[in-house]
């Protein structure tokens, strides 16, 4: 956490109404600042997140944790659907304690601590809230400024995620052990997929990490990362021809050797270090402060973009025929930068209302669809599984709900 | 009032207040696009709708309306013909681009409601289009932010490509098919008990080798200009205002119209390089309108009086084999000379045919089965139509023939007088050049009246 961040969540005070959401984070604030109705203690070390009670009223809550563990950690409130962070606290020192002050509102939800700020997290499990509805107050700016902090949260979360699953992936395929690095690939790109966009935004950093081969000749570049290791992974027939139809798969390419799967590797793992790097630093808090609640929204129409040029051709994991996985997890992504500016949005009077009535029955219909197909989680059939009238249906879906959502910055800034 | 082409340097506030509606009564009236579902179009700006409508009947040029008035309203069509500014009514008794004088481009599309598309999904789209084709027809953007006037950090409503082009004679017209009534058992719509009884798909024609995704659609936009790109500037936005309600199911861009009109208008020439619709029904024949196009209130249903039915037909032509006949083949085929397109009985092009005439190697000058007299009225019960096609070529097919032809439109009262006609070329010697891939039939729904929508009826 940077200095001005920390600021910045110590002097929060107000609350912030977050997407259909059913919290609102109050900000990371010195336990003596709050009187808060409910007081929770939470207990983390490295390998467990004790949370006092497993249920709650609604109304403003407040998580005392504290790190018994020997990590600096965090402390994760996700909505229902495990994904999206509704409040978050974090470096939090060995020894240390610091609080999560919310205004809950009833609905189910998740903890969870991240000793060493990367991974997964661990202890995950259920939180419940009951009770009645609680209207939310505040002003706008400070709401708007909670909504950043909020997506910063979740790239960072995505990320930290990453960093593992990817040494991971990259050890198994360094050594060889491509069943497992096969089985890997699409989970780790999701976490990926999710934010791209902000590795778009960091010069050579994405085309080092997610380049196709074709673009990677086409603009001189030396290839490398997930594209070239999938290569390596899914090895093609002789006589097959490149995503550009033209180019045999064979052509300048072949099979790295156990040094060259090395050094894939290690670059990979590198380059996703640089990206953990960037967005735990104060030019990262900074680019999204100067973009405000603008850049969210962008970032949800972007990704939806992603699909509808990238993912919907089939084109992107030309190999591995997973580019159902990718598209899954850019629309995960989009959504959630969509929740956290859907109350904004919503405020803008009927337009507004209508705006994100459509928003959400778009998400709704793709989602729908795309589960027709598998689960990030128990996984989607091969993209060459897809007959025409099924590109169809999906491209159909995308446009009905990029449409609205291309209005969304604009009704937002409104 | 004819010229007045786009703003070339779009200004804030520029719309019906300051720019075309001048003329009409200024204010807020009721608005095309203000249904129920309204609040779910483009955020277009409804505002002075009225006024352009208004404006449009108060001075613009009035092309080729039915009615009363048409004689003197021809005349000032073909006085205007030469400005690319000219501008027709999207108002009116009848839809426009029916008898509008031809223009040189067409773009045309097929459209299918989305799955969960309601009734007032349905609606909202008819009025969201009537608007912005009101618009669009006067050589306006399809929004008054328009292309350049709106927010910086939203998409423009307008596409912008036909910025700074004037009117080009754009016609937008209007369809609905079949399957808007109700397909496989279900009213989607609510308007099963409103379908035409004459409205159903068409039959099979020998010949026909329909891509049944080229074919059909519930609703159908045809938009005409002489502009190409004001033509595909139309379908593009009226394509995106629908995105959610109605999905893109095929579309077909033609050049050089294969039919005329309005008497002013020479008879153009089609692939085959012969002159093409020397016998259409013209505009200022009255009484031929009525007879053979228009619905009349007697027909029924009430929401279609005023109204015709559309049958459009992709017609692939094999040129390569055409052109390697014979030129008297190729005349015997047809049944006129290429040169004037004469009949092969004699005279001038505007000469009837007489079929009974010998030719000079015995036998009929006129081939029985000659495309001219298969297709002739007197052979056919008198039944007529009124042709509006135009040519196409879609690059090339993979065996490196010109994927060309004729991209058949034509409007009757009746889809029945098709019917009627296709069958009777069944025999045709043009047939053997000729492959229909692409097939559909709408109603096509009287004009809108000024503040109104297009179908409005339908739904009242």
């Not at chain 1, 002097?11 to 919290?23: D, E, H, P, R, Y």
């Not at chain 1, 495990?82 to 002050?101: D, H, K, Q, W, Y």
């Not at chain 1, 009770?131 to 960072?156: H, N, P, W």
């Not at chain 2, 006949?325 to 092009?349: H, M």
């Amino acid at each position: 956490m940077t200095a001005s961040r920390t600021t910045l969540l110590r002097t929060a005070a107000a609350v912030a109404s977050v997407g259909a959401a059913a919290l609102v984070l109050a900000g990371c604030v010195a336990k003596a600042d709050v009187a808060a109705s409910d007081a929770l203690t939470v207990t983390s070390d490295d390998s467990s997140c004790d949370v006092s009670t497993a249920s709650a009223t609604s109304g403003t809550l407040a998580f005392d944790v504290t790190n018994q563990g020997s990590e600096v950690t965090e402390f994760y409130l996700l909505a229902d659907d495990g994904l999206r962070i509704v409040g978050e606290v974090e470096n939090i020192a060995p020894g240390a304690s610091r609080t999560l002050t919310v205004v809950a509102q009833p609905g189910d939800y998740f903890t969870l601590c991240k000793p060493g700020m990367v991974g997964d997290g661990v202890g995950r499990a259920s939180f419940s809230v009951s009770g009645d509805r609680v209207e939310a107050s505040g002003d706008d700016a400070e709401q708007k400024q909670q909504a950043i902090d909020l997506y910063a949260a979740f790239v960072k979360d995505q990320v930290e995620q990453l960093l593992p699953a990817v040494q991971q992936f990259a050890a198994d395929y360094a050594a060889g052990d491509d069943a497992a690095a096969q089985a890997a690939f699409p989970r780790v790109r999701a976490y990926y997929e999710r934010i791209e966009p902000i590795a778009e935004s960091l010069g050579d950093l994405d085309p080092r990490i997610d380049y196709r081969e074709v673009d990677a000749v086409a603009e001189g570049l030396d290839w490398t990362g997930f594209h070239r290791i999938e290569k390596d992974l899914w090895v093609p027939a002789q006589d097959a021809l490149n995503a550009d139809d033209e180019t045999p798969a064979w052509q300048d390419w072949a099979p790295s050797t156990p040094a060259q799967r090395q050094a894939l590797a290690d670059g990979l793992v590198a380059d996703v270090q640089e990206l953990n790097d960037y967005v735990h630093s104060a030019d990262f808090q900074t680019a999204l402060d100067e973009q405000g609640i603008a850049g969210i929204s962008n970032g949800a129409i972007s990704l939806l973009d992603e699909v509808a040029t990238g993912k919907i051709s089939g084109e992107e994991d030309w190999w591995s025929g997973t580019d159902l996985w990718d598209f899954a997890a850019n629309v995960e992504g989009s959504k959630m930068a969509f929740s956290l500016v859907r109350d904004f949005a919503e405020s803008k009077g009927a337009d507004g209302e209508a705006l994100v009535s459509q928003i959400d029955d778009g998400y709704a219909a793709l989602e729908a669809q795309l589960a027709t197909y598998g689960s990030l989680q128990d996984g989607f059939i091969s993209y060459g599984q897809l007959t025409d009238a099924d590109r169809r249906q999906l491209t159909d879906l995308i446009n009905q709900l990029a449409e609205p959502l291309s209005r969304l910055t604009g009704t937002v800034l409104s | 009032m004819t010229d007045e082409p786009r703003a070339e340097t779009p200004v804030p506030g520029r719309g019906p207040e300051s720019g075309v509606g001048t003329a009409a009564a200024a204010g807020d009236g009721p608005a095309v696009g203000d249904g129920p579902a309204a609040a779910r179009g483009l955020g277009l700006s409804r505002r002075g709708l009225l006024g352009l409508i208004g404006a449009g009947t108060a001075g613009l040029v009035v092309g080729a309306v039915g009615g009363t008035a048409a004689g003197g309203s021809i005349a000032a069509a073909n006085a205007a013909a030469a400005g690319a500014g000219t501008v027709h009514p999207f108002t009116g008794a009848h839809q426009g681009g029916i008898t509008t004088p031809v223009q040189d481009h067409l773009h045309f599309a097929a459209f299918d409601m989305e799955d969960r598309a309601t009734r007032d999904d349905l609606v909202s789209l008819l009025q969201d289009w009537s608007y912005a084709a009101s618009r669009m027809t006067q050589g306006l953007d399809v929004s008054a932010s328009g292309a350049v006037d709106g927010s910086p950090v939203a998409p423009p409503d307008d596409s912008g490509e036909a910025l700074g082009l004037p009117a080009s004679a754009l016609t937008i017209t209007f369809g609905l098919g079949p399957d808007l009534f109700g397909k496989d058992g279900a009213d989607r719509f609510g308007i099963a008990d409103r379908r035409p009884a004459v409205l159903t798909a068409l039959p099979r024609f020998r010949g026909d080798d329909l891509d049944p995704l080229a074919s059909g659609g519930e609703l159908c936009v045809q938009a005409c200009a002489d502009d190409p790109q004001v033509a595909v500037h139309a379908v593009r936005n009226l394509t995106r205002i629908a995105f959610g309600r109605a999905r893109l199911r095929w579309s077909q861009l033609g050049f050089g119209r294969t039919s005329k009109t309005t008497s002013a208008q020479s008879t153009p020439r089609n692939l085959f390089g012969f002159k093409d619709g020397t016998a259409n029904i013209l505009a200022d024949d009255e009484a031929a309108l009525d007879e053979h196009v228009w619905v009349a209130p007697s027909d029924g249903p009430a929401w279609m009086a005023g109204g015709s039915y559309l049958v459009a037909r992709r017609i692939r032509q094999t040129i390569e084999t055409w052109d390697r006949l014979q030129l008297q083949e190729q005349e015997r085929t047809i049944g006129r000379d290429k040169r004037e397109g004469a009949p092969l009985s004699g005279g001038g092009e505007f000469t009837e045919p007489d079929f009974a005439a010998a030719g000079t190697k015995g036998g009929p000058a006129i081939d029985a089965r000659s495309h001219v007299r298969l297709a002739h009225p007197d052979l056919n019960d008198g039944v007529r139509i009124l042709r509006r096609g135009y040519n196409f070529v879609d690059g090339n097919d993979e065996l490196g023939r010109l994927n060309a032809g004729l991209f058949f439109l034509s409007y009757q009262r009746s889809p029945e007088q098709f019917v009627t006609l296709q069958r009777a070329l069944s025999q045709d010697l043009l047939g053997e050049y000729l492959r229909h891939v692409g097939s559909g039939v709408w109603a096509v729904p009287p004009g809108a009246s000024p503040g109104s929508f297009v179908a409005a009826p339908l739904f009242a």
